[in-house]
């Protein structure tokens, strides 16, 4: 097509632009702003690496809060922290006590829900189309391998509980971080690979790029692996209610120390790698991810710092088409049942899935959410890859945030 006066003008402007010194930053073209020594720490994550580390998190079966499973996978995490770099690593201590379970009537031996009728779903979502079951295993049964089994065979016994941070100190400001988290228990008598083993070794990889001696952050960043989410955020609340008041205060004074820096968003991952869809009509899933699978960053649109928020989701969206290689991010605003809800109203918070939380996910989009199903086996690489894609995006734009760059 033969180029018109009106498109000659585009041209020429966008030259002149192109000679002016800010000209990346108003360029329409995404991919040209992109940093490069941000561009090299992102290609230090891999998906070998990624798939060992979930790998690792799995020799612990389902790692259901207080069960020696869990303790042990609490050590083993800790133990690769230090192995990366990331020291010292921390532990907050908090005491847990169910709440005793309903007892079932006789006979109901009920497994999985059937679907809502309600168009309604968590976190202020709206349902849409077909819908598969969803709810929590909790018959051991149902795990066809006599090892794993063996392995969820232990209930949790109340009392103490502990979970395990590491931080990345920042040179300039020590005293101001963006905590990125992930939960390391499970449930369902399988292995928890998805649910969260792929959000946990995330938030472990990017502890290990950061962590690396050529590194530096303007800001500090806190990499935290939650306990007990699956009863109902109580690792996370116990962080926020231990830490909140100690919030930028240097410790010893004079000291430049600051164990609690003051908050400045609070990103966790929650389930990052099965995008096959919606249900079909029978409520059954694709048995491959779908092309058009997607990271799904979510706020919530009812909290007190919503509009920061939404802010903050927009920014990762914006690093993943910088930073990510295979899949695009979409960002929506009904962030919900997550480790990032104890935060909202105090940070901007958000969170990164495979599928919203409460409009897919909540419509039994992941059949193998708290089933025995969640194994490192029943994922492919085309699943695996939709988590390296979430690590490229929260370290695209965490690196971005926190003002990362390489020493020389
Ligand atoms: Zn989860």
């Not at 490069?36 to 998906?47: F, G, P």
């Not at 709440?99 to 679907?115: D, I, K, L, V």
């Not at 997550?338 to 409009?359: H, K, Q, W, Y």
Request: aromatic content about 8%; some cysteine.
């Amino acid at each position: 097509m033969p180029r018109t006066p009106h498109r000659l003008a585009a041209g020429v402007a966008l030259l002149a632009l192109a000679a002016a010194p800010l000209a990346a930053q108003s360029s329409p073209f995404a991919a040209d702003t992109a940093n490069t020594q941000i561009k090299s720490l992102v290609s230090r994550l891999s998906l070998d690496r990624y798939k060992a580390t979930i790998k690792g998190l799995t020799q612990f079966g389902d790692r259901q809060q207080g069960t020696d499973r869990n303790r042990a996978a609490v050590d083993w995490i800790e133990a690769q922290l230090k192995s990366y770099g990331c020291t010292p690593t921390q532990r907050i201590t908090y005491d847990f006590q169910p709440r005793p379970r309903r007892p079932r009537p006789a006979g109901q031996r009920s497994a999985t829900r059937r679907p809502r009728q309600s168009d309604f779903g968590a976190g202020g979502s709206r349902l849409r189309g077909n819908r598969g079951p969803t709810g929590v295993n909790r018959d051991s049964l149902k795990q066809p391998d006599p090892q794993i089994r063996a392995l969820d065979t232990p209930q949790p016994t109340a009392g103490q509980r502990q979970e395990v941070y590491c931080t990345k100190v920042g040179t300039e400001h020590p005293d101001e971080m963006y905590i990125v988290g992930g939960h390391m228990d499970g449930l369902g008598w399988g292995q928890a690979a998805n649910d969260d083993g792929s959000g946990t070794a995330l938030v472990m990889e990017l502890a290990r790029v950061f962590s690396m001696p050529d590194v530096q952050t303007s800001t500090s960043i806190r990499f935290i692996l939650w306990n007990n989410e699956e009863t109902g955020l109580n690792g996370s609340r116990a962080y926020v209610e231990q830490r909140a008041a100690l919030q930028g205060k240097e410790d010893p004074a004079g000291s430049g120390k600051y164990p609690e820096p003051k908050w400045l968003g609070m990103i966790q991952h929650d389930m990052m790698m099965f995008d096959h869809g919606m249900p079909d009509a029978n409520g059954k899933l694709s048995k491959t991810q779908r092309p058009e699978a997607d990271v799904n960053v979510e706020f919530q649109s009812t909290s007190k710092f919503a509009a920061e928020a939404q802010k903050l989701a927009w920014a990762f969206r914006d690093a993943n088409e910088k930073y990510a290689t295979d899949y695009p991010a979409s960002v929506g605003p009904h962030m919900t049942n997550t480790d990032s809800s104890p935060f909202m109203d105090l940070v901007p918070a958000i969170s990164l899935r495979e599928n919203e939380r409460g409009a897919q996910i909540g419509a039994g989009w992941d059949p193998n959410w708290h089933q025995p199903t969640d194994l490192y086996s029943t994922y492919s690489d085309d699943d695996f890859r939709l988590g390296l894609n979430a690590a490229q995006t929260t370290l695209g734009a965490i690196a971005t945030l926190s003002g990362a760059r390489l020493n020389k």
